[in-house]
């Protein structure tokens, strides 16, 4: 499976759905195996630094294969991995809320997920990765059709 723009937008909306139940303005991304941003959707009254930071979490959890809050600890001050948000052009984030998407062990993309505290953001992202272990196990994403607008 690939992820493809009607499976993003079916995973837009529910990081969408949980960050309004928790109050949140996100911005939120989803992006291929390959890291190329394939989604995203700013909610009204998101911050604008958040757009950035939200795409980047979503690159670095595929780049890097790894949920960006595992960066977090290792990145501090005397740790191993200390400066790796400098490389990349600065395109790697230690920030949580960005996690890969995955099916069974391979990993298929990305979400990245800013706006709120590291922990909202982890909580958000979570939402769309349960809905994609959703459409896994029921094998609806052949079904999944969306229109864009109120006609």
Avoid: C
């Avoid at 005397?78 to 809320?97: A, M, Q, R």
């Avoid at 099916?103 to 505290?117: A, H, K, L, N, Q």
């Amino acid at each position: 499976m690939k992820i493809t723009l009607d499976i993003a937008k079916f995973l837009l909306e529910a990081a969408e759905k949980k960050a309004k139940e928790m109050g949140l303005a996100e911005n939120i991304a989803i992006v291929d195996d390959g890291a190329n941003l394939v989604a995203f959707h700013r909610m009204d009254h998101a911050k604008i630094g958040g757009i950035d930071i939200s795409q980047n979490k979503a690159w670095t959890s595929v780049a890097l294969q790894m949920p960006t809050s595992n960066l977090a600890q290792a990145a501090q001050p005397g740790n191993p991995s200390f400066g790796i948000n400098t490389t990349n052009h600065g395109k790697i984030v230690i920030l949580g809320g960005g996690i890969p998407l995955k099916i069974g062990e391979t990993i298929v993309g990305g979400i990245g997920v800013s706006g709120g505290t590291s922990q909202q953001d982890i909580e958000v992202a979570n939402a769309a990765v349960q809905a994609l272990e959703g459409l896994i196990q029921h094998h609806e994403s052949r079904n999944i059709t969306y229109r864009i607008g109120s006609n």
